[in-house]
Structure formats: C-alpha cells, structure tokens
C-alpha cells in the first residue's frame, strides 16, 4: 500500500473518509470498466461519479444487496440533497456551507481541503472557491466545531454520542447532513476494514456493495481488500475486474505497481496475463513493472511446477534462466528444474539440478536431482545424491528409497560396497519398503547368498503378505535349498493366486547352480521396478532396527503398504536359453537378439532386455521388427519407465491389439504415477483416456474415487465407490469410509 508523504496509517483511514465523502450523494453499486485515468485529489468529482453507476450487480460488486436504491446522480439532484442551512434557496443564488472549508484551512489539512473544494465544486457547478478559505467567518456554533473536531480525529464513537446528547437537550437541532454523510461513509469504511482484517470476505463485499463510494481510486487500499475478498470468496473474476478497474482508471506509480504484486500473489497465471496487458510505458524506453518483471518470471515458472499443462511463456522462462545464470542463486535453478522435470524434459532439468547441487545443495534440489538420475538409469548417483536428506521430509524419504529400489534392481548388479549396502539396508528396514526388500533378495541370489535371500524374502512377505514377487522369490530359494516342505507351505499359502509358484516342481529352472530365475514376464510388472520420474508414494513409518546383508541378519517383520504398477498381459510363460551370462547383444543377428531380449525379460532382467530389443531393431521392416519394437516397450515398462516405452513402441507399426494393448499400460501406469504425485486432476484425464480403449478396472475405479475424494467431488466420490462397493469390494467400502469421515470428521470414532 503506497502512504502519501507524512501520512501515517490512522491518518489515511480519516482522510479517505472525507475523499470518500466527496463523491454525489446518490447511491451506487458498480465501477464502469474505462480506460480513462483520474486522479481523485484534483479532478472534477463529477467526472468521478460518472465512472460509478447505479445498476444492477456489476464487474466490481457483483450480487449487490437488493436494499441498495439508485438515484440520480445529475448535479441538480445532488444539490438538492446537499446539507442546506437556510430555507430553499433561489436557482440564482445557493447558500452553501463553508464551515468544513474554513475548518480544513485552519488546521493546515490541505488533502482535506482540496477534497472539499472538490466536493462543493461537483454539487453546485456556479459555486466558486474562495481565494483565502480562513476569510470565512469562524463558525460561532463551538459545539458544531467540536463536533468536527472528533470527526477529523477518527473518533466516530465520541461524535455519534455528542450529535444524540445535543439532540437530546436541544429539541429541533439536527447536524448538517454533510457531516452525517461524512460519518457513515468513514464508519463503513472501518468495518470494511475490520472484516477484512478478521478474513471476513463475504462481509467486506456486503460493504462494499452498500458503500460504493469507498470504491475510488482515493482509496485504494479498499479496492485491493475488496478484490481480495471477491477471490475469497471463488469469484475470482470478479476479483480479477476490480484489479483491472485499478490499473485502467488510477495514476498513482507506486500504487499501480503495488495493484500487479497484491494481484499475482492470489491470482493464477492465465488471468495474470490480463491484467499485465494493462501495463503502461514508463516514459524512460521501459515499461511500469519492470522492476518487479523478475520476481513475476519466477512467481509463474512456480506455478508451472505446481501444473505440468501449465506452459508458461518463454520469455519468463528466459527471463528465470538469465538471473539464473547472472546472479548464480540455488533457487532460480530449482525453479527451472522442476519445472523441466514436470515436463519430461530430463535433459534442462538435470542441467538445472546439478547447478543448484552445486551452488547450494538442498533436500528440493537434491530430490528433482535424484528423480532426474532415476529416469536415466542412474539409481547409484541418485542414492548417493539422496542419503543425507533423506529424513528431512516424508517425499525426501520416499525419493531416497525409489533410488535404493532401483539401485537393487539393476542388472547385472551393481558392484555396492559394504558400507552403501549397510547404510541401504538399515533405511530399508526402518522403513519397512517392501519394494528394495524384494530386490535385496534378488541381489543376494545373484551373489550366491541363499540364506540372506530366505530372510529378505521373508521378511517382505511379512511386511506385505500379498506380494507376489516376493513369494515366488522365497518358493524358488527354499526349492534351491532343498527345503520341500518350504516350498509345499508356500505353494498351499498361494494355491489359485499364482500359476508359477503353483507349478515350481513341474518345471525346474534350466541356470547354473547359486542362481535362480527372477520373476517371469508373465506376471506384473514387480513393485520394485524402476520407478517413474514422479515422487513415490509416502513410505511407511520407521522403525530403530537395523540389519546387513550377512548370512546371520534376521530382519523384523511388520505389515505396510507400498506402489503398484500396471503392465500389459505378457506374452506365455518361457524358459531361459542360456541367456544367464552377460554378452554385449551388439554382436548378434537381429533374430539372435531378439531371442536373447525375450529370454532376459524371462529372467527379469529388462534393462539388459532393451539393449538386445534396440540390436533386433536393427531388422528390415517386418514381424521380427515388430517384435523388437513391442518386447523393447514391455521392458522400458518393467523397469518403470513409461515414456521410454511409449517412445519405444513407436520404433515400428504394431498390430493394433498389440499398439492398444500398450496404450492401455501406460496410462494406467502414468495414472498411478500422477497420483502418487498428488496431481489428481492429471490422474482424472490419464484415467478416462485408458477408459476410452478399455473398460476400467476395479482398482483403477477405486483410484478414480479417491481423486474425486481429495479434489472434494463428493458427489462422484461417492458414486464411484458406492459401485465399486456393489461388487462386494472391501475398498469400496473402505472408500465410503473415508468419505464419511472428510464429511463428518466430529463422527470418527
């Protein structure tokens, strides 16, 4: 709020309420939307009312309340009504009362004075200013004088309790209406104020509505409540009018540059757009607001963060980029980041990330950074990047373990040191992540540890009882060691839920001894595949144990939930061809690759799969193209990277089954992402188009209900897990459950 010179505060709620005073005593209720700017201490105040009409609810007060009466504004009819002390006077002659002007001029109150010349001007036209206002005779009422007196101070309260006591004691006395009018307008702009002040939004347009005076660019300190309360209130439009009344009708620099900073911090993007389209030449080959042009830059490019359809122009872009790079802050390059990261632009957005890393590492950075490193197939440097954050904040410890998970989950393993192992490990464990459980299992295989793998196995299962992958993994080693009973346990636990555990002895896995089969790609895709480049869903609660990966650990067992991906129905099952080795897949045929691709995925090894995918893409056009292109889409999705897939699986024309079948998959998969993101408009949109090619699951309707849930839809919430409850689905009444409770969270048990 811009203060003119040596006005304090207390000063300019007075001295408003005289400006306000000055407009024609008519009523209004809406501010026309001109071009033309005025500035109220000096103009003609007619020409100020003629820009306030009395209508219907209008662009600044909509929904007016319906006791507001119109009147004429005309000069005449304003005369009229102006405090009169004498009888009727003749047209030739009007006596006006002066009292106000002499008294404003004695106390040196030039604002107050103008205000008031102003003011006599507009309700008698042949009225002309006196040259010295301290000529006009002392009014010889010192009561009246008094009276005015409060007024000037602010004390409303005193002066309503002096004008009843004269009234009281002396029978027939009434105040001059000018200082009545006076006292309401500067009493409404209090409780204006006051309402405001209390986040009162609806009241202060009530008041505003019934006070339209107020709303003058002689006040604007009003007009931005006013506005602030329209957006309150979800008329954000109408919030948006009155910051454009400003900006098209108000002089004041300082005041309009104030108007674009108090409209961006409650205003979205697009409509920010509008209103900067009002800005002006600054008269020096610049423009008004271009001070303030970068911190608006970084303010949209913010907002992009928060909405991945959001493209906010280039030239904020440049603008975020250019300070990024001139003054070298931590924060511009998180901005950028993110935003490059929101867009699947991998390649800007690790550029960004690693400046911040390096000019000022933080947990922000370090997780976009982390996110960045996962889609690229670098979980290593993403765990590394991730560990010393990764307790700040419940997404920062989801980042870290997505990184743990993929880090276990590469093939062929990584060669991790003892300490990397522990420190993952103990995470894990205090965490109780299913997801990098499973992998440590895998991992321990791979190392020829079977014992170790029994435990982390085990020890999933137990944090998680319906984890497939898991039982498999745990079936398998039990088989390996010989342990039929084991193996029988598990085989009655899963019988009807899994076809490969349940046929484990009728078909013996064909690797060297020390190893085993990983999931086949018959089955989903396992929850510890790569992650997408999304935040994971929040991990569960920790816990103080710790473990190693040694023969001797023995993991705690607990329950806790953890993601779910989605994958296309896989191809029947296979066995492995002596794909268990690692060859560089460059050296084969087309044909040979394409083998070896199928039987690396039959391995769960889908990183190595798309090597040998992209040489069988090598192949003319054709079915063993096809087929690359297809296999090379069912790993990238294995391994958690859905645009990788989509990408891959336009490399060759599919057949149709094949191209909807995939379709299908990755915007169930990028549903599930977004959700865990919070990003619950998204995950709507990536949910009706899998819909339109295929009718939707029980559990992705669930999802459906949820996102409806937290975007307060109640209504279709409620449609949709009454539905998914019809069917007998305990998350259908799970989800009605939940409902309730946001409803009618006093009724929770």
Same mark, same amino acid.
Not at 623 to 633: P, T
């Given at each position: ?54 209508s219907a609810p209008s662009a600044v007060l909509p929904n007016a309340p319906t006791a507001i009466q119109t009147t004429t504004d005309t000069p005449a009819a304003a005369a009229q009504a102006a405090p009169q002390s004498g009888a009727p006077q003749a047209a030739a002659e009007q006596k006006v ?20 010349? /102003? ?137 309009? !540059? ?8 409650? !205003? ?263 992650? /997408? /480049? ?204 939940? !409902?309730?409770?946001? !409803? ?6």
């Amino acid at each position: 709020m811009t203060m003119r010179d040596r006005e304090t505060i207390e000063d300019k709620l007075r001295v408003s309420a005289v400006h306000h005073s000055d407009m024609p005593s008519g009523p209004t209720s809406r501010i026309k939307q001109d071009d033309v700017a005025f500035d109220t201490s000096s103009s003609d105040m007619k020409a100020i009312a003629d820009r306030i009409q009395a209508s219907a609810p209008s662009a600044v007060l909509p929904n007016a309340p319906t006791a507001i009466q119109t009147t004429t504004d005309t000069p005449a009819a304003a005369a009229q009504a102006a405090p009169q002390s004498g009888a009727p006077q003749a047209a030739a002659e009007q006596k006006v009362d002066e009292s106000a002007l002499r008294y404003f001029a004695s106390r040196g109150d030039k604002a107050r004075l103008q205000a008031e010349i /102003s003011r006599l001007q507009a309700l008698y036209p042949n009225w002309v200013p006196p040259a010295d206002p301290l000529a006009i005779p002392q009014n010889s009422d010192k009561q009246l004088e008094a009276m005015w007196q409060l007024y000037s101070e602010g004390r409303y309260a005193e002066l309503r309790k002096a004008i009843t006591d004269r009234q009281a004691a002396e029978s027939g006395w009434q105040p001059p209406s000018d200082l009545l009018e006076r006292l309401d307008v500067a009493e409404a702009r209090t409780r204006l104020i006051n309402a405001s002040d209390l986040k009162q939004y609806a009241t202060v347009v009530e008041i505003g509505a019934s006070t339209p005076s107020l709303l003058t660019c002689s006040d604007i300190d009003i007009l931005w409540r006013v506005a602030e309360a329209f957006i309150r209130t979800d008329r954000a439009n109408r919030g948006q009018d009155t910051y454009a009344y400003i900006l098209k009708n108000c002089v004041a620099p300082q005041e309009r !540059l104030a108007t674009v900073q108090k409209a961006a911090a409650l !205003l979205p993007y697009q409509p920010m757009q509008d209103i900067l389209a009002l800005e002006k030449p600054d008269g020096n080959n610049g423009r008004e607001f271009d001070s303030i042009r970068t911190d608006l830059a970084r303010r949209f490019v913010a907002e992009g963060n928060d909405d991945p359809k959001l493209d906010v122009a280039p030239n904020y872009l440049a603008e975020v980029e250019r300070v990024g790079q001139s003054q070298g802050l931590a924060s511009d390059a998180v901005l950028l980041g993110w935003y490059y990261l929101r867009r699947q632009n991998n390649g800007d957005a690790e550029k960004w990330f690693r400046i911040a890393h390096d000019k000022g590492d933080s947990a922000t950075a370090s997780q976009g950074f982390a996110l960045v490193l996962i889609a690229d197939g670098k979980p290593q440097e993403a765990e590394d990047v991730m560990y010393k954050w990764r307790g700040v904040s419940k997404d920062a410890t989801a980042t870290y373990l997505a990184a743990t998970a993929n880090l276990m989950a590469l093939q062929p393993p990584a060669a991790l040191g003892e300490t990397v192992l522990s420190r993952i490990a103990t995470e894990v464990i205090a965490q109780k992540y299913v997801p990098t459980a499973q992998q440590f299992g895998w991992f321990a295989r791979s190392l020829n540890q079977p014992q170790t793998a029994l435990r982390w196995f085990e020890t999933a299962l137990n944090w998680k009882p319906d984890d497939e992958p898991s039982a498999y993994g745990l079936a398998i080693t039990r088989n390996q060691l010989n342990d039929r009973q084991g193996v029988a346990e598990i085989q009655r636990l899963w019988a009807g839920r899994s076809e490969r555990i349940a046929r484990l002895n009728e078909v013996k896995p064909q690797v060297p001894a020390g190893s085993a089969p990983l999931p086949s790609p018959n089955q989903a895709v396992p929850q510890t595949a790569a992650a /997408s /480049s999304q935040t994971p869903a929040t991990p569960p609660a920790k816990s103080e144990t710790t473990v190693t990966t040694g023969e001797g650990s023995s993991p705690p067992v607990g329950y806790s939930q953890s993601q779910s991906r989605t994958s296309p129905a896989r191809r029947g099952p296979r066995q492995p061809r002596g794909c268990s080795t690692t060859i560089n897949s460059q050296f084969l045929t087309p044909g040979d690759a394409l083998s070896r691709g199928w039987c690396l995925m039959d391995l769960n090894r889908p990183m190595e799969a798309i090597a040998a995918f992209e040489t069988a893409m090598n192949a003319p056009a054709g079915k063993l193209r096809e087929d690359a292109a297809y296999g090379q889409s069912l790993a990238y999705l294995r391994a958690g990277l859905t645009n990788n897939a989509a990408v891959a699986a336009t490399k060759a024309p599919l057949s149709r089954q094949r191209a909807a079948e995939l379709q299908v998959a990755i915007l169930a998969n990028r549903a599930l992402s977004a959700f865990s993101a919070k990003r619950y408009q998204e995950t709507l949109i990536y949910l009706d188009q899998r819909a339109q090619l295929q009718q939707e699951r029980m559990d992705l309707m669930v999802l459906r209900g949820y996102c409806y849930l937290n975007l307060k839809m109640y209504d279709d919430a409620e449609r949709i897990f009454t539905a998914v409850a019809a069917t007998g689905s305990k998350d259908g009444n799970r989800g009605l459950t939940d !409902l309730r409770l946001t !409803l009618h969270p006093d009724h929770a048990e």
